[in-house]
């Protein structure tokens, strides 16, 4: 995640989600923005981060089979 386009996003978004956890905090309602900040980076990069959104520059009709846009929550949290 942060050898890409989109590493001052992770970061924050990383930032964010570790001090959500230190205060017991959903990070998922208290990250929302952060969050979606990523998202959104990383879906105009599809080059990079298409394995990890389920969006590629092959894909025929320009969507994924997990739909469009969507990323896997476990891609996202598991890179570093």
């Known amino acids: 995640m942060k050898g890409g386009s989109c590493k001052d ?3 924050a978004w990383e930032a964010c989600v570790d001090k959500a956890k ?3 905090e959903d990070f998922v309602e208290v990250c929302y923005e952060a969050t979606s900040a990523l998202r959104d980076c990383m879906l105009k990069d599809p080059e990079y ?3 990890m959104t389920g969006e ?3 894909d025929d ?3 994924s089979a997990k739909g469009e846009g969507e990323i896997a929550p476990a891609a996202v949290a598991s890179e570093g």
Do not use: Q
């Open 9 to 11: 996003a992770f970061v």
């Open 22 to 24: 230190e205060t017991d």
């Open 49 to 51: 981060y298409g394995p």
């Open 56 to 58: 590629s520059e092959d």
């Open 61 to 63: 009709d320009g969507e």
